[in-house]
């Protein structure tokens, strides 16, 4: 073999491996991005369902408590939330939200009974961290469950959205979907009683409603309905977005008419930090009938 002959012998072969070199690339980024797309199909629906099977337990009584058990109107209402907060994992209830939100994300409060005796019940309802919650000995106000959501960051700096709910040890808190960026609640308000919602609002517009009734619940007892919106990212890096896009949890009509109050409705991603920008995105969002009335004066 002459000189000649190896030299273009190596430049074919430069040539082969930067050609296969560029494929594994592309094949890589392609498998990285399908993957990522197919976990944030898979946190969305957790989230949406978890949500959904949630907040269908609101005010519901077991009946093996006492017989012909009624949620009085003093016991407070089963649904109830906080617009742009978050909670510590460990403090009691809702007791001292933080102002601090990821994205403008929201609180959810949901109230219900137990099913069979004792703290733990017969395991025929449990709460969102998937732990029985019994009647005790007399339905009311404390001896109801807790399933609290809101949105927190990870010990690397990734938000998920948290179960908040009471423990033989205390309050605890577990993550049940990682990479959701903003949680966003609205509640359909009955104000004339016929069973069906008249508003949609946030639960900033209620608390300013509850603010003219001697009961501080009383507006927070006609939600009939409640919508649930939740915006999921992927975990890596993919091709860069428009930088003008934008993300509208309840649709765009109303992130026109209510970002600017709602925060957090609306995301887009050229506000996001730098880190966050490329990655894969999705709303998710769902609208929940509460099967279970509670009282009210």
Known sequence: MTLVELMVSMTIGLFLIAAAIVVLVSAKSAY????DSTQVLDMGRHAIDILSRTVRQASYLGWDAVDGAVLAADDGPAVFGMDAKSLKSRTEGVDSPLSKSING????VVRFGGSGKGSN???SVLNCGGFGVGTGEVVGATERGWSI??????ATGEPELYCKYPGEEGWSAQAVARGVESFQVLYGLDSDGD?????????????GMATSSSDPYAWWKKVVEVKVAVLVRGGSPVPA?????SFDLFGEPYSSAHSGRDK????RVSELPKAARNRTRKVFAATIWLRNRPAAK
């Open 195 to 207: 069973g069906y919602p008249n508003s949609i609002v946030n639960a900033t517009a209620i608390e």
């Open 121 to 123: 019940g017969d395991g």
């Open 32 to 35: 990285v991005a399908q993957s």
């Open 105 to 108: 994300s929201d609180v959810l």
């Open 264 to 267: 957090g409705v609306r995301i």
């Open 241 to 245: 977005e428009l930088p003008d896009a």
């Open 149 to 154: 959501f809101y949105v927190a960051e990870d």
